[in-house]
C-alpha cells in the first residue's frame, strides 16, 4: 500500500486566489485546510481553517476573547469584509521550510505518511508526483486504513 | 446569532476509551478531532488525529520520515497494536491551562468562537453549558456562517 493508493482528489486553490472564495470552498466541503499552491501547481503551503480566522481577527482579541463579546453583528461583517479583498497569498502563514510542508511523493508508504503527518501536525498531506500535486491524504483516511489493518 | 446557535451534536470521548476506538470513531466520522471530557464529562482537551499518529509513531520517526520507509506493512500492524491497549489518557498531550482549551459558553458571539479558534489553533470548540459539553462548532460551519453574513 502506497501513497498514490490512499490518495484521493483534493482542492487545491492558487495563492492569488481570492482569500473569501478559498474560505467559502473549505466551509462548503467541510475540509480541515485547503492545499494552497504556486502558479506552477507546485505546493506552496497548506492552510488550515484557523489560518483564517487569524488573519480575520485582530491580534489583540485573539489574545483575550473577551473583547470579542463587544464586538456586535455588524462589526462581524466588516471583518469578515477583510476576506473580500485579500488574496490566499496574504492570508497563509509566512513560507516554511520545504521540509515542514505535509508533502510525500506518490511512493511514500502508509508509514511515511503517518510519519509526516505527526510530525508537521498536520491534518492531511499533499501526494506528489514530479513536484506536482496529484492529490492528497486525510488523517481520517489513513487511520482508517491503518485500523482497518490491525481489526 | 450566539454559540448555541451555530452549535452541533458532537463525538466526546472520555479520558478512560479505548484509544483505538477514539481513532475508529474520527476516521468513520471523518472527524478532525475529538472533544475528550473526564469522568464528570468536563472538558478535559481536543484531540486532534494527527495526535493519534504522533503517539503511534516514534519519536526518531517523525524526525526523519525516511527512516518510515524502512517499515514493512508488518510493521506497521504492529505500530498500530499500541491503540489498541492504550487508553485516550496516554494519546492526549499533556493537560494544559484551561484558557488554552477551545471551550466557549453558550452565549458567546459569532466572534468570541472565532477569537478562540484562532487563538487556540483549532478545527472545532467545544460549546460549555454550566461547564459542561453540549455540542460543538467546526471551522467550517463558523466559515460558512461568517461568509453567509457578508455575502
Known sequence: MRARDLA?????????????????????????????????????AVL?????????IPAHVQADPAL???????????????????????VVPA???????????ED???LEVAAVMARVHSPLVAVLRDGRVTGAITVGDLLEHLLETTA
Chains 1, 2 share one sequence.
Do not use: K, N
Open 108 to 110: 511514500a508508504t502508509v
Open 95 to 105: 513560507r516554511r521550510r520545504l521540509e515542514d510542508l505535509p508533502v510525500v511523493e
Open 8 to 44: 484521493r482528489t483534493y482542492v487545491t486553490v492558487r495563492l492569488d486566489a481570492v482569500a473569501a472564495e478559498a474560505a467559502r470552498t473549505m466551509a462548503r466541503e467541510r475540509l480541515p485546510g485547503l492545499i494552497v499552491c504556486d502558479e506552477s501547481d507546485r505546493p506552496w
Open 68 to 90: 470579542a463579546a463587544a464586538y456586535d453583528e455588524a462589526s462581524a461583517e466588516q471583518v469578515c469584509r477583510g476576506l473580500q479583498v485579500a488574496r490566499v497569498r496574504d
Open 48 to 56: 488550515p481553517g484557523s489560518q483564517v480566522l487569524r488573519f480575520l
